[in-house]
C-alpha cells in the first residue's frame, strides 16, 4: 500500500470553449490576448484527490459529464491538467477505445498483427500472443475472414482480446466492456481480475453496469459534477449511487405527473412528523427500526447453509399512535452484484405503532455466496401498474433499507454457476436407480 | 515484451531512449506496411496499384501532350521534353500528396490520438512515410520510363539524397501543419490552394531557362523549384552540377525538420484540448 501507482492531488481542468475558430486559433498564438469573453469555461474535474495504490481495481462511477472520461484522459496522461498535481508511476494502456488499428477489409489475423503493432508489439513478440488472444477471444472459426463481416460482439471480442493481450502496469477501461453478451463481459472481468491478481496491474475501470463494478472493483469513486461525491467499498457507494439515480428518476417521473393540491399539503402536515432515517429514502411516517436474521432455534446469525431455514426479522415504527397506517411491504433478497434472487410481497392489515414482523424461508434454496436483503415499506403498491419495478422512490414510500444486511449461504453444490436449486424429482422410467448428486439437504 | 516507451527502471536513461527509438523505429516501418496494405486491402488488383497508378498516369500525360497537343520544344526531342515535365510533375505530386495527407494525418486519426500507446508525435510520420512510399514506386516508374527511352545521362547517386531531403522537408512541414489544422480547420483548405498555386508558379512544365523573369527570381522562394531542379539533373544530366540547389536544400531541409519537430515535442500536449 505504500507503493502507489499514482497520486493525485487538487487537480483541475477546465475546458474553454471558444466562441469562435479564431479564438482558438488566438488562444494557441497568444493566450494572453484573449479576452474572458471569447469562450465559456467548462470545469470537467474540480479539486480531486486520488491515492491509487498499486495492483487495486479502482472503480469510476458517475452520471454523463460527470467527468469521469475527463479523469482518465489526464491519468493517461494525454490531456494536461489545469492545476494541481498528477503523479502516475506505470506504463498505461488504455481501453478508452477499443479497435485502433482495425481495418474493415482485413482479417480478423491481420487485424490482431495489426492492432499489437499500435500497442508497440511486433516480430516475434507478436506472433507468441496471436494464438491466447484467438483463443481468449474464440474466434477461431472466423479469425480469417475480414473483420466487416463480424457482429459487432465479436468484433469488440476481438479488440479487447488484443488490447488485454499485453501486460500493462496501469490498464484504463472506458465501458469497453459494455458491448458483448454477460458471457463474455464476465469472461473480460475475469481476465481483468487475473491480470491484476498475477501482474499487479492496477485497473481503473469507469462504467455504468453496477453489476460488473461490484464484480471487478474493490474501491469506488463516485463523481458527480467534476468532483468526489464519494470513495469506499463498492457495495457502500454503488448503493447509495443507486439511490440518488433512483432518486432523480423519480422527481423526474414526479415532475411529469402533477399532484393534486389537497394531497399534496395533506403530505406536507404527515411529514413534519416524520422518523427520522439516517440518509434514507421515503416520507418516514414509518421507519425500519430494525433488521435481524435467525435460524429456526432462533440463532441469530449470519451463515446458512443450502437447505437450512433462513428467518428475516425486522420491526418498524409509525408516527400514528392509535390509527394504524395502511402497510405493504417488500423484503427482497439480491445478490452481491445487485441481481434480484427472490422478493416477498406483503400486506399488514393492522398495523401497529411499534410491530415485528418475520419473513420465513423454511428452506433456502439459494446457492452459495453472498447475498443482500432489502426491505421497502410502502403505504400503497401500484402492482398491477407500469410501476411495478422492485422498487420505485415515490409519495408511498415510508421507508427503505436498500441491500444493506448481509448474510452468506454455505455448501455449493458440484455445478456452482447456479443460482438456486429449484426441487426437483428424477426417476428412471425403465426401473433404473437414481440418486440425485445435488440434493438441497446435504445432510 | 515489446511496447513503445515500456519502463523498465533497471536499464540506464540513455539506453531507454536508444531502445525506445530502435522499438519505435520498427513498429513505424511495420505500421507503414500495414496501412499500405489496408489501402489497397479489397481491391481486385491489391498492392500492384502502387505502381499501376504512376505507370497509367504518366502514360496518359505523355499521350496528351506528344499525340493530343503536339508540343514541341526546339532544343528537346519530344521524349526528352516528356520526360522534362515528368521530372517536375512526379515530385510536384509526391510533395502535395504528402502534404494534403498530411495535413490531416491528426485530425483523420484522433481515436489513435485519444489510444496512449502510440506516440503522438509518430501519427504526423506515418502518414508521410506511406505517402513517399507511393511516391517512390512513382519514382521507380519515371527511372524505368527513362532508362526505356534511353535519356538516362544523370547520376542516379543523387536520387537517395533529394528524395531523404525532400521527406525531411514534407515531415518538418507536415508536423506544423497538421498541428495547426486541429486548432483552425481552415488550414487544410488553405494549404490545398496554395498547393495548387504551386503548380502554377513551380517549373514544371517549363525550365527555369524559358520562364519570364519576374518569375525566374520568385523561383529561388519555392522549395520545388530546387527539388526539380535536382531530379532533372539526377535523371537526365545536361546542365552543369546543380551545386547551389543542392546545399540550399541541405541546409533548408533539415532547419525545416527540427522547427517542425520541436514545434510539435512543444506543443502535443495541447492537442486534446482542441479535438
Same mark, same amino acid.
Given at each position: 500500500?505504500?507503493?502507489?501507482?499514482?497520486?493525485?492531488?487538487?487537480?483541475?481542468?477546465?475546458?474553454?470553449?471558444?466562441?469562435?475558430p479564431?479564438?482558438?486559433?488566438?488562444?494557441?498564438?497568444?493566450?494572453k490576448?484573449?479576452?474572458?469573453?471569447?469562450?465559456?469555461?467548462?470545469?470537467?474535474?474540480?479539486?480531486v484527490?486520488?491515492?491509487?495504490?498499486?495492483?487495486?481495481?479502482?472503480?469510476?462511477?458517475?452520471?454523463?459529464?460527470?467527468?469521469?472520461?475527463?479523469?482518465?484522459?489526464?491519468?493517461?496522461?494525454?490531456?494536461?491538467?489545469?492545476?494541481?498535481?498528477?503523479?502516475?508511476?506505470?506504463?498505461?494502456?488504455?481501453?478508452?477505445?477499443?479497435?485502433?488499428?482495425f481495418?474493415?477489409?482485413?482479417?480478423?489475423?491481420?487485424?490482431?498483427?495489426?492492432?499489437?503493432?499500435?500497442?508497440?508489439?511486433?516480430?516475434k513478440?507478436?506472433?507468441?500472443?496471436?494464438?491466447?488472444?484467438?483463443?481468449?477471444?474464440?474466434?477461431?472459426?472466423?479469425?480469417?475472414?475480414?473483420?466487416?463481416?463480424?457482429?459487432?460482439?465479436?468484433?469488440?471480442r476481438?479488440?479487447?482480446?488484443? @488490447?488485454?493481450?499485453?501486460?500493462?502496469?496501469?490498464?484504463?477501461?472506458?465501458?469497453?466492456?459494455?458491448?458483448?453478451?454477460?458471457?463474455?463481459?464476465?469472461?473480460?472481468?475475469?481476465?481483468m481480475?487475473?491480470?491484476?491478481?498475477?501482474?499487479?496491474?492496477?485497473?481503473?475501470?469507469?462504467?455504468?453496469n453496477?453489476?460488473?463494478?461490484?464484480?471487478?472493483?474493490?474501491?469506488?469513486?463516485?463523481?458527480?459534477?467534476?468532483?468526489?461525491?464519494?470513495?469506499?467499498?463498492?457495495?457502500?457507494?454503488?448503493?447509495?449511487?443507486?439511490?440518488?439515480?433512483?432518486?432523480?428518476?423519480?422527481?423526474?417521473?414526479? @415532475?411529469?405527473?402533477?399532484?393534486?393540491?389537497?394531497?399534496?399539503?395533506?403530505?406536507?402536515?404527515?411529514?413534519?412528523?416524520?422518523l427520522?432515517?439516517?440518509?434514507?429514502?421515503?416520507?418516514?411516517?414509518?421507519?425500519?427500526?430494525?433488521?435481524?436474521?435467525?435460524?429456526?432455534?432462533g440463532?441469530?446469525?449470519?451463515h446458512?447453509?443450502?437447505?437450512?431455514?433462513?428467518?428475516?426479522?425486522?420491526?418498524?415504527?409509525?408516527?400514528?399512535?392509535?390509527?394504524?397506517?395502511?402497510?405493504?411491504?417488500?423484503?427482497?433478497?439480491?445478490?452481491?452484484?445487485g441481481?434480484?434472487?427472490?422478493?416477498?410481497?406483503?400486506?399488514?392489515?393492522?398495523?401497529?405503532?411499534?410491530?415485528k414482523?418475520?419473513?420465513?424461508?423454511?428452506?433456502?434454496?439459494?446457492?452459495?455466496?453472498?447475498?443482500?436483503?432489502?426491505?421497502?415499506l410502502?403505504?400503497?403498491?401500484?402492482?398491477?401498474?407500469?410501476?411495478?419495478?422492485?422498487?420505485?422512490?415515490?409519495?408511498?414510500?415510508?421507508?427503505?433499507?436498500?441491500?444493506?444486511?448481509?448474510?452468506?449461504?454455505?455448501?455449493?453444490?458440484?455445478?456452482?454457476?447456479?443460482?438456486?436449486?429449484?426441487?426437483?424429482?428424477?426417476?428412471?422410467?425403465?426401473?433404473?436407480?437414481?440418486?440425485?448428486?445435488?440434493?438441497?439437504?446435504?445432510? | 515484451?515489446?511496447?513503445?516507451?515500456?519502463?523498465?527502471?533497471?536499464?540506464?536513461?540513455?539506453?531507454?531512449?536508444?531502445?525506445?527509438?530502435?522499438?519505435?523505429?520498427?513498429?513505424?516501418?511495420?505500421?507503414?506496411?500495414?496501412?499500405?496494405?489496408?489501402?489497397?486491402?479489397?481491391?481486385?488488383?491489391?498492392?500492384s496499384?502502387?505502381?499501376?497508378?504512376?505507370?497509367?498516369?504518366?502514360?496518359?500525360?505523355?499521350?496528351?501532350?506528344?499525340?493530343?497537343?503536339?508540343?514541341?520544344?526546339?532544343?528537346?526531342?519530344?521524349?526528352?521534353?516528356?520526360?522534362?515535365?515528368?521530372?517536375?510533375?512526379?515530385?510536384?505530386?509526391?510533395?502535395?500528396?504528402?502534404?494534403?495527407?498530411g495535413?490531416?494525418?491528426?485530425?483523420?486519426?484522433?481515436?489513435?490520438?485519444?489510444?496512449?500507446?502510440?506516440?503522438?508525435?509518430?501519427?504526423?510520420?506515418?502518414?508521410?512515410?506511406?505517402?513517399?512510399?507511393?511516391?517512390?514506386?512513382?519514382?521507380?516508374?519515371?527511372?524505368?520510363?527513362?532508362?526505356?527511352?534511353?535519356?538516362?545521362?544523370?547520376?542516379?547517386?543523387?536520387?537517395?539524397?533529394?528524395?531523404?531531403?525532400?521527406?525531411?522537408?514534407?515531415?518538418?512541414?507536415?508536423?506544423?501543419?497538421?498541428?495547426?489544422?486541429?486548432?483552425?480547420?481552415?488550414?487544410?483548405?488553405?494549404?490545398?490552394?496554395?498547393?495548387?498555386?504551386?503548380?502554377?508558379?513551380?517549373?514544371?512544365?517549363?525550365?527555369?531557362?524559358?520562364?519570364p523573369?519576374?518569375?525566374?527570381?520568385?523561383?529561388?522562394?519555392?522549395?520545388?523549384?530546387?527539388?526539380?531542379?535536382?531530379?532533372?539533373?539526377?535523371?537526365l544530366?545536361?546542365?552543369?552540377?546543380?551545386?547551389?540547389e543542392?546545399?540550399?536544400?541541405?541546409?533548408?531541409?533539415?532547419?525545416?525538420?527540427?522547427?517542425?519537430?520541436?514545434?510539435?515535442?512543444?506543443?502535443?500536449?495541447?492537442?486534446?484540448?482542441y479535438?
Amino acid at each position: 500500500m505504500s507503493d502507489p501507482a499514482f497520486v493525485i492531488e487538487n487537480l483541475n481542468k477546465t475546458y474553454r470553449v471558444y466562441k469562435h475558430p479564431l479564438f482558438q486559433l488566438l488562444s494557441f498564438l497568444c493566450p494572453k490576448m484573449i479576452p474572458q469573453s471569447a469562450y465559456a469555461e467548462n470545469h470537467a474535474l474540480s479539486d480531486v484527490s486520488l491515492n491509487i495504490p498499486r495492483g487495486s481495481k479502482i472503480g469510476i462511477i458517475g452520471k454523463n459529464g460527470s467527468g469521469k472520461s475527463t479523469l482518465l484522459k489526464l491519468i493517461s496522461g494525454r490531456v494536461q491538467p489545469t492545476s494541481g498535481k498528477l503523479k502516475v508511476d506505470g506504463r498505461v494502456n488504455a481501453l478508452l477505445e477499443l479497435g485502433t488499428g482495425f481495418h474493415p477489409e482485413f482479417t480478423g489475423r491481420e487485424n490482431v498483427f495489426s492492432a499489437l503493432a499500435y500497442m508497440g508489439v511486433v516480430g516475434k513478440a507478436a506472433q507468441d500472443k496471436f494464438s491466447a488472444i484467438v483463443s481468449f477471444s474464440e474466434l477461431e472459426t472466423f479469425i480469417d475472414q475480414p473483420v466487416r463481416v463480424y457482429s459487432t460482439g465479436m468484433y469488440m471480442r476481438l479488440a479487447f482480446s488484443i @488490447a488485454t493481450s499485453i501486460e500493462p502496469e496501469i490498464l484504463l477501461v472506458d465501458e469497453a466492456l459494455s458491448v458483448g453478451d454477460t458471457y463474455f463481459s464476465n469472461k473480460c472481468l475475469d481476465k481483468m481480475k487475473h491480470l491484476s491478481e498475477d501482474s499487479n496491474t492496477t485497473i481503473i475501470y469507469v462504467s455504468h453496469n453496477m453489476s460488473s463494478l461490484s464484480h471487478l472493483c474493490d474501491r469506488i469513486v463516485w463523481l458527480d459534477k467534476g468532483a468526489i461525491k464519494a470513495v469506499g467499498n463498492p457495495i457502500e457507494i454503488l448503493n447509495l449511487y443507486d439511490l440518488s439515480v433512483r432518486e432523480e428518476e423519480e422527481k423526474r417521473m414526479a @415532475a411529469l405527473v402533477p399532484q393534486s393540491a389537497k394531497t399534496q399539503t395533506e403530505k406536507e402536515g404527515a411529514l413534519s412528523e416524520a422518523l427520522p432515517g439516517v440518509n434514507r429514502p421515503g416520507t418516514g411516517l414509518m421507519r425500519v427500526t430494525g433488521v435481524s436474521f435467525e435460524d429456526d432455534r432462533g440463532q441469530k446469525k449470519h451463515h446458512y447453509g443450502r437447505g437450512e431455514a433462513f428467518n428475516i426479522l425486522f420491526s418498524y415504527r409509525s408516527v400514528a399512535a392509535g390509527r394504524p397506517l395502511p402497510l405493504k411491504v417488500i423484503c427482497g433478497i439480491s445478490r452481491s452484484d445487485g441481481l434480484l434472487m427472490t422478493a416477498t410481497i406483503f400486506e399488514v392489515a393492522q398495523s401497529q405503532q411499534e410491530g415485528k414482523i418475520k419473513v420465513r424461508f423454511p428452506e433456502l434454496l439459494l446457492n452459495a455466496g453472498n447475498y443482500f436483503v432489502t426491505i421497502l415499506l410502502y403505504e400503497q403498491l401500484d402492482l398491477e401498474g407500469k410501476n411495478n419495478r422492485f422498487y420505485v422512490i415515490d409519495q408511498f414510500l415510508y421507508d427503505a433499507v436498500i441491500r444493506a444486511f448481509e448474510f452468506k449461504v454455505e455448501g455449493s453444490p458440484p455445478i456452482e454457476t447456479t443460482l438456486f436449486n429449484h426441487p426437483s424429482e428424477v426417476v428412471g422410467q425403465g426401473g433404473e436407480a437414481v440418486t440425485l448428486l445435488n440434493p438441497l439437504r446435504t445432510v | 515484451m515489446a511496447v513503445l516507451y515500456s519502463r523498465d527502471r533497471t536499464s540506464s536513461e540513455q539506453g531507454r531512449i536508444l531502445d525506445s527509438f530502435f522499438r519505435s523505429t520498427r513498429v513505424l516501418f511495420y505500421l507503414v506496411r500495414i496501412e499500405i496494405r489496408q489501402k489497397y486491402a479489397g481491391s481486385l488488383l491489391g498492392m500492384s496499384w502502387l505502381f499501376l497508378y504512376p505507370l497509367v498516369f504518366l502514360t496518359f500525360y505523355a499521350g496528351v501532350y506528344l499525340v493530343v497537343f503536339k508540343v514541341r520544344i526546339p532544343e528537346l526531342s519530344n521524349w526528352g521534353y516528356v520526360l522534362t515535365v515528368f521530372c517536375g510533375l512526379v515530385p510536384y505530386l509526391g510533395f502535395s500528396d504528402a502534404l494534403q495527407q498530411g495535413v490531416q494525418s491528426l485530425s483523420s486519426n484522433v481515436n489513435l490520438l485519444k489510444n496512449t500507446v502510440f506516440p503522438p508525435l509518430l501519427i504526423p510520420v506515418k502518414t508521410v512515410f506511406v505517402s513517399q512510399v507511393a511516391h517512390s514506386a512513382a519514382l521507380t516508374v519515371l527511372l524505368a520510363m527513362t532508362l526505356a527511352s534511353g535519356k538516362l545521362h544523370g547520376a542516379l547517386w543523387l536520387l537517395p539524397v533529394i528524395f531523404i531531403l525532400q521527406t525531411a522537408l514534407i515531415q518538418g512541414v507536415v508536423w506544423i501543419v497538421s498541428f495547426l489544422s486541429i486548432v483552425l480547420k481552415d488550414i487544410q483548405y488553405v494549404l490545398n490552394l496554395a498547393l495548387f498555386f504551386l503548380l502554377f508558379i513551380s517549373p514544371v512544365a517549363f525550365t527555369p531557362g524559358m520562364a519570364p523573369h519576374f518569375l525566374q527570381k520568385m523561383l529561388h522562394f519555392n522549395p520545388l523549384h530546387y527539388t526539380i531542379t535536382l531530379y532533372r539533373y539526377c535523371f537526365l544530366g545536361a546542365n552543369q552540377f546543380p551545386a547551389f540547389e543542392l546545399t540550399v536544400m541541405a541546409v533548408i531541409c533539415p532547419v525545416v525538420f527540427g522547427l517542425g519537430y520541436f514545434f510539435f515535442k512543444k506543443n502535443h500536449k495541447l492537442l486534446l484540448e482542441y479535438v
